[in-house]
């Protein structure tokens, strides 16, 4: 399954409703919401700076994971950013299939 880092940013009525659940409260509804599209969360942390929450999550599409950040953005109680994750193993893949490419100009 995909891995993505998903970054998370609250607006101010978002942190009005992590101080009303508390932090292991809103890391359960991430789970729940995770699992439901058929995922699990690998590792779930605050944060001081631009975001305040990170989550790695394992999704069974790329349209899971943008499923997720739709509905999620759409709420207007945070903001996501959602990273892709790719593997060691997938970029020896990469870096072993030819690609047919000319520069601009060349």
């Known amino acids: ?5 998903v970054k998370a940013s609250y607006t ?8 009303k659940e508390g932090g292991t409260g809103r ?4 789970r729940k919401l995770v699992e439901g599209l058929g995922g699990k969360v ?3 942390y605050y944060a001081f700076g631009d975001d305040d929450v990170y989550v ?14 739709l509905a999620v953005n759409a709420s207007g109680a945070a903001r996501l950013t959602t990273v892709p994750l790719i593997s060691a193993e997938e970029i020896d893949v990469a870096t072993k299939t030819a690609v047919n490419y000319r ?4």
């Open 1 to 5: 399954m995909p891995k993505f880092l």
């Open 12 to 19: 101010a009525d978002g942190a009005r409703g992590l101080l």
């Open 27 to 30: 890391r359960d509804s991430v």
């Open 42 to 44: 690998e590792a779930f």
């Open 56 to 69: 790695i999550t394992e999704l069974p599409s790329t349209a899971a994971g943008l499923a997720l950040t």
């Open 103 to 106: 520069a601009p100009g060349a």
